[in-house]
């Protein structure tokens, strides 16, 4: 039986995006999502859900043209991650625990498969924290969790 093949320098950042998306849902065993593209998005990507009925995963492809792929992939594993994990978001101390989550989850897929990726992600984050220090004004929910994981400490 002959591999599938993909060359996957001729392909699009949205078709990367797309086929990891679904490569990595399949492998680690969770339900296909559809993908739409959204360019309202404030990210790179998100999980919407609405009342668990319509789940599915958008992207801003301009936001994501803009991005290295260690940024991209980074973020793909984090929604990847809320999928995975799977808690609930009633509380704010909840929400943070699923970003904390979802995050950790991510660092660990980029070192475990990617390990160029993440430390390209790591690199760039301590020559340009101002990310993560804009999170504390802008959204203090996402700051919180990310104060909890190892790699961001050392930045903030």
């Known amino acids: ?3 599938c093949e993909i060359n996957l320098r001729k392909l699009s950042k949205s078709e990367k995006f797309k086929i990891m998306f679904y ?3 399949g492998n680690l065993k969770l339900d296909v999502l559809p993908i739409s593209q959204d360019n309202r998005l404030k990210c790179i990507c998100a999980v919407e859900d609405w009342n668990n009925k ?3 995963l958008k992207y801003n492809s301009r936001i994501l043209n803009r991005r290295t792929n ?3 992939i980074v973020d793909l594993f984090h929604e990847i991650g809320h999928l995975k994990h799977r ?3 009633s509380t704010e101390e909840e929400q943070i625990e699923s970003e904390y989550q979802a995050e950790k989850f991510a660092l660990k897929m980029t070192r ?3 390990p160029t990726l993440y430390k390209e992600f790591i690199k760039k984050l ?3 924290p101002t990310e993560l220090v804009k999170m504390k004004k802008k959204d203090m929910l996402y700051y919180k969790a990310f104060l909890k994981i190892e790699e961001y400490k050392k930045v903030l």
Do not use: S
């Open 1 to 3: 039986m002959k591999k």
């Open 23 to 25: 490569y990595w849902c």
């Open 112 to 114: 475990k498969h990617y």
């Open 70 to 72: 260690a940024e991209w």
């Open 126 to 128: 301590k020559e340009t």
């Open 54 to 56: 319509n789940i599915c």
């Open 87 to 89: 808690l609930p978001y």
